[in-house]
């Protein structure tokens, strides 16, 4: 059984930063691309920042400058770093990740329960 477990979420003020961190536990293969997605309330769920295997990194417009997506594949752990923040950054923040179980069978994505992220004065 694979799990992914966040952490970090909370409340912090407009401009503030925070820290979420997300690990897979369990016997895998492989992991592959792991990733950040968030969901705003009444709105679609939308990627963040993702990172690959080999440390090639993607971000949304919206929050690039401003956060950062690293991984550990040793630890098979991913953090994103998210600085400057607004309002608008309100939402559930999900960890995602393309596991392998076994070497013959396709990648399965995992998601984790989600954090909150709250920015408010």
């Known amino acids: 059984q694979v799990r992914l477990v966040e952490s970090g979420g909370g409340l912090v003020q407009p401009g503030g930063s925070l820290r979420l961190s997300c690990a897979a536990s369990?016997?895998?293969?492989?992991?592959?691309?792991m990733g950040w997605y968030r969901q705003a309330p009444g709105k679609q769920r939308e990627l963040v920042a993702s990172v690959n295997s080999a440390g090639a990194t993607s971000y949304a417009e919206s929050v690039k400058g401003r956060f950062t997506i690293s991984r550990d594949n040793a630890k098979n752990t991913v953090d994103l770093q998210l600085s400057s923040l607004n309002p608008e950054d309100t939402a559930v923040y999900y960890c995602?990740?393309?596991?392998?179980?076994?070497?013959?069978?396709?990648?399965?994505?995992?998601w984790g329960q989600g954090t909150q992220v709250t920015v408010s004065s």
């Open positions: 369990g016997s895998a293969y492989s992991v592959d691309v």
């Open positions: 995602n990740a393309l596991i392998r179980i076994r070497s013959w069978r396709p990648g399965t994505n995992y």
